[in-house]
């Protein structure tokens, strides 16, 4: 659980830091980036951790561990995905649109 709440705010600043750095709205594409990382750790902690958790609950310590962190390794594998294909895609708002505006 400590890994997906440190990932989770990795994910909300590497948003800001990469939407800010292109110019785009970084409040927006942080909380794009976390809701992406969010919904993709609920998914697999009710889709798949849970469910092997409960099938193995008298496995080795380790295997527990493992499987306990898998929501956030998917988290994490959704916001690179996420920023990957979407935030370094979107177009980038021109400097002399802002100045004449």
């Known amino acids: 659980m400590l890994l997906a709440k440190i990932a989770g705010i990795v994910t909300l600043v590497w948003f800001y830091q990469s939407a800010q750095k292109r110019g785009l ?13 969010w919904v993709s750790w609920w998914i697999v902690t009710l889709g798949v951790a849970n469910p092997l958790l409960e099938a193995m609950e008298k496995s080795s310590a380790w295997l527990l561990l493992l499987i306990r962190q ?3 390794l998917a988290g994490v594998a959704t916001a690179v995905l996420v920023q990957k294909r979407f935030l370094m ?5 021109d400097a002399e649109q802002e100045t004449d505006e």
Do not use: E, K
């Not at 709205?25 to 990382?37: D, E, H, T, V």
């Not at 895609?89 to 708002?93: D, E, M």
């Open 89 to 93: 895609t979107a177009p980038v708002p």
């Open 25 to 37: 709205p970084p409040i927006q594409w942080a909380l794009i980036g976390l809701i992406g990382f």
């Open 70 to 72: 898998l929501p956030a």
